[in-house]
């Protein structure tokens, strides 16, 4: 079978890579080995948010004055987790696929030598698709477990088994400090996990993030009663039983016990069985591709990576917005054109990133440290998010913080931070005014509503001295 296109992966990043593809005059195929929509869809950010969401709510409701709230039905909020991942049924996203129209492939796909992708059906049938111009590489990442004797016979959950569990567990042990582990940490307490304990090797929580961000969610955490250890090496692991207690041993103290051991300490790209070496590549490492999204180091120019598989930037919407011009590279290359500006900037000037906790931790560009790091020559101003009168408004207690990181050069930013409750909504203004590199003296006079939280920017270029 010949196509234009073929995308390996129908997760987010290869569905827009159809889209556009064929939206620009091109025929295309996708392969997926397991569910159209990937892990996105199914085992990440849509469930995740789904178990966060009351959480969430119900702390917002505890700020205000004159409500209450009762205990959170965890049956109903795992039937609307359910709900939000299509009950695991991809039969709308197939159809979506369908529709687009493309081809949708059910099997695994690896690279079978320039432009061919043999794929291997459940039943053990092979099929031998030929791109003629381009074949695309989306099968993302895979979540590492660190090498600690008996961890992995312990059959511990990552990411995958977290978000998809039918209970919530009575103890439960977390191994790292990153997105995944501070979320799914703060998603199991807040639904009845009695025993909550984040297992941290280095010194903070979410340590690329600014240091006072990282504090705010600490002390959230605590008042919890999230037990956070920070500077704790795991060095072993047992599990006698199948599905039975977990004992964690630990650098330091007594070993921990838990029901279920979460382990989220990063995630590699899903290379594995990909065929990359039939096309000269490394076989266990992340594809290196230009800003066009090409693959280096590949005769002809026929191969291309979007998403977390090519490891610049393993965030879903960063791996949307590769597709969208990595299909548009495509057909305007199949057109005998050069792209011209069609490249991938935006990780340049630093993904946009929420972390989904209570309080909401968000951020844009480069910290201090950062921009520092990298030779600016910079100014950092603050400001207490509690202080604004929108955000007053919204409950006694509220507690939050704003970072802005500015280029004295240029008089532009170079990176927001903002942590506090509902903070999620503030980040695209900042994304625009860093990637847009917008002066200062003219955000000036955009005039933030009162009373919003958002008046925050004014206080901050305040701050500043404008």
Avoid at 222 to 250: M, N, Q, S, Y
Avoid at 418 to 424: D, S, V
Wanted: hydrophobic share 45%; with cysteine; aromatic share 4%.
């Amino acid at each position: 079978m010949e196509f234009d296109v073929i995308v390996i992966g129908a997760g987010p990043a290869g569905e827009n890579v159809v889209g556009r593809a064929v939206r620009g005059g091109l025929s295309a195929a996708i392969v997926e080995d397991r569910l159209a929509g990937g892990e996105c869809s199914y085992w990440a950010c849509v469930p995740s948010k789904a178990l966060l969401r009351p959480v969430d709510l119900a702390g917002e409701v505890r700020r205000v004055p004159g409500l209450s709230v009762g205990p959170i039905d965890v049956a109903a909020v795992l039937a609307r987790r359910d709900e939000a991942v299509a009950h695991y049924d991809d039969g709308g996203q197939v159809r979506w696929i369908e529709g687009v129209p493309a081809e949708f492939v059910k099997g695994r796909g690896r690279l079978d030598g320039p432009r061919r992708v043999r794929v291997t059906t459940d039943d053990g049938e092979e099929r031998v698709l030929t791109a003629r111009h381009a074949v695309v590489l989306a099968t993302g990442s895979t979540a590492v477990l660190p090498p600690v004797p008996g961890l992995a016979e312990a059959a511990p959950w990552t990411s995958h088994e977290v978000t998809a569990a039918t209970a919530v567990p009575e103890r439960l042990a977390v191994i790292g400090g990153g997105v995944v582990a501070c979320e799914m940490a703060q998603a199991m307490h807040g639904l009845g996990a009695r025993q909550t304990t984040v297992l941290v090797r280095g010194d903070a929580l979410l340590a690329r993030m600014e240091p006072f961000a990282r504090e705010l969610l600490a002390e959230s955490f605590a008042e919890a009663g999230i037990d956070v250890r920070t500077r704790t090496d795991v060095v072993g692991v047992e599990r006698p039983e199948p599905g039975g207690k977990v004992t964690v041993h630990l650098s330091d103290g007594p070993p921990l016990e838990a029901d279920e051991l979460l382990v989220a300490t990063g995630r590699r790209a899903a290379t594995a069985g990909l065929g990359l070496d039939t096309v000269g590549l490394p076989a266990d490492a992340p594809v290196e591709v230009d800003d066009t999204l090409r693959a280096t180091g590949v005769p002809e120019g026929w191969l291309y990576a979007v998403g977390d598989v090519n490891g610049r930037v393993l965030l879903t919407h960063m791996g949307k917005y590769q597709a969208r011009i990595c299909g548009d590279v495509i057909a305007a290359r199949a057109r005998g054109e050069e792209p011209g500006g069609l490249r991938d900037l935006a990780g340049g000037y630093g993904a946009p990133q929420v972390v989904f906790t209570d309080p909401q931790i968000c951020s844009v560009g480069r910290t201090e440290e950062a921009a520092r790091a990298a030779g600016f020559r910079v100014r950092a101003v603050e400001y207490d998010l509690g202080a604004v009168t929108g955000a007053y408004l919204l409950g006694d207690g509220y507690r939050g913080r704003a970072k802005a990181v500015v280029d004295e050069d240029r008089g532009v930013l170079l990176g927001v931070t903002f942590a506090g409750p509902g903070a999620a909504e503030l980040l695209h203004a900042a994304t625009i005014a860093v990637t847009g590199e917008v002066p200062l003296d003219r955000l000036w006079h955009a005039v933030p509503s009162f009373p919003t939280v958002s008046e925050v920017w004014l206080r901050l270029l305040e701050t500043y001295g404008l």
